[in-house]
């Protein structure tokens, strides 16, 4: 059964550096998603991507947050200068046009210290 | 502002004990409400899309259904795998936007 994946799993990184986090959507998808969910929170939506550009962002994402679709598999989230408020699970999730269900990868543990 | 809200926060059932989780919600013109299921370190997993008032969907001992305010997770004779976080969301109707608005989900214990 096709599914979405996340790499890394986990990832450390000190405060005001650069991570890329990466997933690979369903083979046959056109809409791409990040939420992120702190620990014992909500999940919050970030931004959503459709035909090579953003469709819909929230609040939180501001100017230190950037995606992008590099090739026809991968989709990436970058935080340019990471904050310890940015330590959270990120999950890339992705939808095929002819049904709105959205199906979400396992997720990054990001944690900034 | 889409509005979500899940009760309660956390239920524990004895093996077999059958419930009910809710899911009230507010939203300009909902296009679809969605149940996820998310193991703890986890993604959440898709279980149903509803997307009219009366509709119902089952899997297994899962059943939901939807009015227009609110929807419904029934667990029918719960196993202990069932122990999960149920999340609900919606979805507007808004011709661009597929975001979904999260509530902060039920915490099912089932004991054996």
């Known amino acids: 059964e096709p599914e979405v994946t996340q790499t890394p799993s986990h990832q450390v990184t000190q405060m005001g550096q650069e991570v890329i986090l990466r997933c690979v959507p369903i083979?046959?998808?056109?809409?791409f998603y990040w939420y992120r969910q702190i620990l014992g929170q909500k999940v919050e939506f970030l931004v959503s991507?459709?035909?090579?550009?953003?469709?819909?962002k929230s609040e939180i994402f501001d100017d230190q947050f950037s995606v992008e679709r590099p090739d026809g598999s991968n989709f990436t989230l970058k935080i340019r200068s990471t904050k310890l408020e940015d330590s959270a699970m990120y999950f890339c999730?992705?939808?095929?046009?002819?049904?709105?269900?959205?199906?979400f990868g396992p997720g990054t543990r990001l944690t900034v210290t | 502002e889409d509005q979500v809200t899940q009760s309660p926060e956390a239920l524990r059932l004895q093996e077999g004990e059958s419930s009910s989780l809710n899911c009230s919600y507010t939203?300009?013109?909902?296009?679809?409400l969605f149940w996820y299921r998310q193991d703890p370190g986890k993604g959440p997993e898709f279980l149903f899309t509803?997307?009219?008032a009366g509709e119902e969907k089952e899997k297994e001992r899962l059943k939901a259904t939807l009015t227009k305010k609110e929807s419904f997770l029934h667990i029918t004779a719960p196993k202990p795998e069932d122990s999960a976080t149920y999340l609900c969301?919606?979805?507007?109707?808004?011709?661009?936007?597929?975001?979904?608005?999260f509530g902060a989900g039920t915490t099912v214990t089932v004991r054996a």
């Open positions: 939203v300009s013109g909902l296009r679809g």
């Open positions: 509803l997307y009219s």
């Open positions: 999730a992705s939808s095929g046009k002819e049904t709105y269900e959205q199906y």
């Open positions: 991507f459709y035909n090579n550009e953003i469709s819909e």
């Open positions: 969301a919606v979805q507007p109707y808004l011709s661009n936007d597929y975001k979904l608005s």
């Open positions: 083979s046959n998808h056109l809409y």
